[in-house]
């Protein structure tokens, strides 16, 4: 019987907590008006247009 080889590639999930250790990575030690700052300039996935 042969069995087949898979492919162990990273998971979304990996992906998304990367995300989210390198987003509160760049945030510590930051004040709130600067959070806001850092998420405006941010680039988004959808612009604003499109959900307003």
Do not use: A
């Not at 390198?22 to 959070?35: A, C, D, F, H, R």
């Not at 941010?42 to 499109?50: G, I, M, Q, Y």
């Amino acid at each position: 019987m042969k069995t087949k080889e898979i492919k162990k590639e990273k998971s979304i999930l990996v992906d998304l907590r990367s995300i989210r250790d390198k987003i509160s990575n760049e945030l510590t030690g930051m004040t709130p008006e600067q959070v806001v700052e850092y998420l405006k300039k941010k680039k988004t996935l959808h612009p604003k247009s499109v959900w307003q």
